[in-house]
């Protein structure tokens, strides 16, 4: 766990930028991503393989994704956790959603950096938005930030930061994500759909969920503005 403790203190240190994050994430993962070459693909996708669709279909071109589909929001979100999805998907390694193992595998290494570095500069005040009462978002920041003790479920911020504004490279940002993507990739951990987590830290963690609680915390996370200092 010698990454956690290493990103746990980054997690304290942290006040950068997006461009800066993605910068750094860049330069750590040893390949550099070419945003310009990134929005060719989000636009049009590879015309010579129609295998790989313009990302903006799904994604959009501002990255803001599409709750109602449950088409997850890349904007802002750290490039080498992006690069790390995408190599999943190619692999194999992830196969809660066909369509992407097909994209992905048709893509290089360094398409996969231009499209992340493109998208990871996008604006991250973005929020997801949730229509959840106040007293589904009051139980869904308690987990959130301390946690079920009776279960054994640690605070989701330890890992994924303050309102979930995310630790690159290894813990995602998923304050401002959809709602409905968020209780969806639990809900996969927890009925086995995806396994592809470094030391299946989060398949270990979503079976001890509820589905009410897994409901209240993506309600919160959805509603958090990542994009703020806090
Ligand atoms: C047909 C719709 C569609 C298209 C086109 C598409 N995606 Fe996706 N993508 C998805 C969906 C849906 C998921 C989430 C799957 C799941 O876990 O349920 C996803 C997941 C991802 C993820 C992982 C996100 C995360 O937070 O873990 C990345 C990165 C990604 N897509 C990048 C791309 C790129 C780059 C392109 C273009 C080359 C692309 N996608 C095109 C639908 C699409
Ligand atoms: C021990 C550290 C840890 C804790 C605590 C933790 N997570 Fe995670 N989480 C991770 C890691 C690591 C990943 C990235 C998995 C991967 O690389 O595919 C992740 C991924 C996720 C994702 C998928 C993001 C995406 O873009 O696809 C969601 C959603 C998520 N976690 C929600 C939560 C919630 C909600 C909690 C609290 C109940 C929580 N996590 C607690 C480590 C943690």
């Known amino acids: ?69 449950n088409f997850p929001r890349l904007a802002g979100q750290d490039p080498a956790y992006q690069v790390k999805q995408l190599k999943n998907f190619a692999a194999g390694e992830r196969e809660n959603y066909p369509q992407m193992n097909n994209i992905a595998g048709g893509m290089s290494e360094q398409e996969m950096h231009d499209v992340a570095a493109y998208y990871a500069r996008k604006d991250v005040s973005v929020v997801g938005g949730s229509d959840a009462s106040q007293d589904v978002l009051a139980k869904g920041e308690r987990i959130a930030k301390v946690g079920v003790s009776e279960s054994n479920v640690p605070a989701c911020t330890s890992c994924h930061g303050p309102k979930g504004k995310g630790v690159p490279p290894v813990f995602p940002q998923i304050g401002g994500q959809h709602a409905g993507y968020i209780e969806k990739q639990l809900n996969d951990w927890k009925g086995g759909n995806r396994a592809n987590d470094p030391a299946q830290m989060m398949t270990e963690i979503a079976p001890k969920l509820s589905d009410d609680q897994i409901a209240a915390a993506a309600a919160y996370f959805s509603n958090a503005e990542s994009g703020g200092s806090d």
């Open 1 to 69: 766990m010698r990454t956690l403790h290493w990103a746990l203190a980054l997690a304290a240190s942290m006040a950068l930028t997006p461009a800066a994050v993605a910068a750094e994430s860049e330069q750590a993962d040893g390949v550099q991503g070419d945003p310009e070459a990134g929005k060719e693909l989000v636009m049009q996708g590879k015309p010579d393989n129609p295998q790989v669709l313009a990302c903006k279909t799904c994604h959009g071109k501002d990255g803001k994704g599409n709750a109602m589909a």
